[in-house]
């Protein structure tokens, strides 16, 4: 099993700056992508954005594109997910994602990181 710990949320103002944290620990030799989701009230689970985590290939939900970027540290094995020019409709809960070459299917998740943008 992988375990993943979040961090890095909190209240920015539209324009600003964040980045998220996702540290995985267990059986992280198998990992095969790490990603990131979010979820508003109201809202289904929405993709963000995944890394390949050993060729570093990335791909991104188009309302994110060129603003959000995401990037790991092997060695650590964390996850990061900066985020640029945010506006108010990125306010959600972002849950990181684990996918193990068992699988290639996301099947662990962390416990989510609230991020607020206000107008």
């Known amino acids: 099993q992988v375990q993943l710990v979040e961090s890095g949320g909190g209240l920015v103002q539209a324009g600003g700056s964040l980045r998220l944290s996702c540290a995985a620990s267990?059986?992280?030799?198998?990992?095969?992508?790490m990603g990131w989701f979010r979820q508003s009230p109201g809202k289904e689970r929405e993709f963000v954005a995944e890394?390949?985590?050993?060729?570093?290939?990335?791909t991104y939900a188009n309302s994110v594109k060129g603003r959000f970027t995401i990037s790991r540290d092997n060695a650590n094995n964390t996850a990061y997910l900066q985020m640029n020019s945010l506006k108010p409709e990125d306010t959600a809960v972002y849950s990181c994602?684990?996918?193990?070459?068992?699988?290639?299917?996301?099947?662990?998740w962390g416990q989510g990181t609230q991020v607020t943008v206000s107008s």
């Open positions: 890394i390949n985590w050993a060729a570093g290939i990335t």
């Open positions: 994602a684990a996918a193990l070459s068992t699988t290639y299917a996301f099947g662990y």
């Open positions: 267990g059986r992280t030799r198998l990992l095969y992508a």
